[in-house]
């Protein structure tokens, strides 16, 4: 399974646009890039997913590399309740099995 | 809707004693997963069940077994209990086994073992 590495934390300020960054340098053609969050004392949640191109939903959006070794989950606008821990995951297209592999994450800490 | 949900919240138990962890899926999912989460580390995959088969197991000993029931309700097992499986259980439920399929997080187990 492809690695992915991230900043174990990073800060930002309420209503400021945070970048979180995620390497991933063995990425196969056919992986697809997930982001899931943890906020404290709850489950895991789904954030968006990419494969090439950039995505955009109602949380964030996903800025993904051209040779697609990096990619850059997008809060628009950081509010308190971001704060959590970030998981970025490469999750290959065709093989069947479905399990998630965590990283350690980014925990994000969010300042009024 | 009803999201995932798990029980119970949380629970202690001594070495060597045996667990039992339940799971209900959303509605309409066919796929539960399950992850255990030591303090300050990622999510570990335990085993995912797929219409109530293993379907793909991750580096646990035999001592943590599951089922799936015919409505995709889940249990987890574990027995002979130790120390260090002291962690968050996380159930996750999905529409299927596909690496594609977004997995729905319940809030967790809390289990401390002494």
């Known amino acids: 399974d492809a690695k992915t590495t991230q900043p174990n934390s990073m800060e930002s300020n309420e209503e400021e646009p945070v970048h979180l960054p995620c390497n991933h340098s063995?990425?196969?053609?056919?992986?697809?890039i997930h982001w899931y969050r943890q906020l404290p004392s709850q489950g895991p949640e789904y954030v968006i997913h990419?494969?090439?191109s950039n995505v955009n939903n109602r949380m964030a959006s996903l800025a993904i590399a051209e040779d697609r070794k990096s990619s850059t989950l997008i809060l628009h606008r950081a509010t308190l309740r971001d704060a959590a821990v970030y998981y970025c995951?490469?999750?290959?297209?065709?093989?069947?099995?479905?399990?998630?592999?965590f990283g350690q994450g980014t925990e994000l800490s969010v300042k009024p | 809707e009803t999201g995932v949900t798990q029980s119970p919240t949380h629970l202690i138990k001594t070495r060597g004693q045996q667990v039992t962890l339940r799971c209900s899926s959303q509605?309409?999912?066919?796929?539960v997963s399950w992850y255990q989460q030591a303090l300050g580390q990622g999510p570990q995959f335990i085993f995912q069940y797929y219409r109530e088969e293993e379907n793909g197991r991750g580096n646990f000993p035999p001592r943590f077994s599951g089922l799936q029931f015919p409505n995709y309700s889940s249990e987890l097992n574990v027995n002979a209990l130790e120390l260090d499986d002291s962690a968050l259980y996380l159930c996750?439920?999905?529409?299927?086994?596909?690496?594609?399929?977004?997995?729905?997080f319940g809030p967790g187990t809390r289990l401390t073992v002494l």
């Open positions: 995951i490469l999750r290959a297209r065709y093989n069947q099995g479905g399990k998630l592999i």
């Open positions: 509605s309409g999912h066919n796929t």
């Open positions: 996750a439920s999905s529409l299927g086994r596909q690496n594609t399929d977004t997995q729905y």
């Open positions: 990419g494969l090439t």
């Open positions: 063995t990425i196969s053609g056919t992986d697809y």
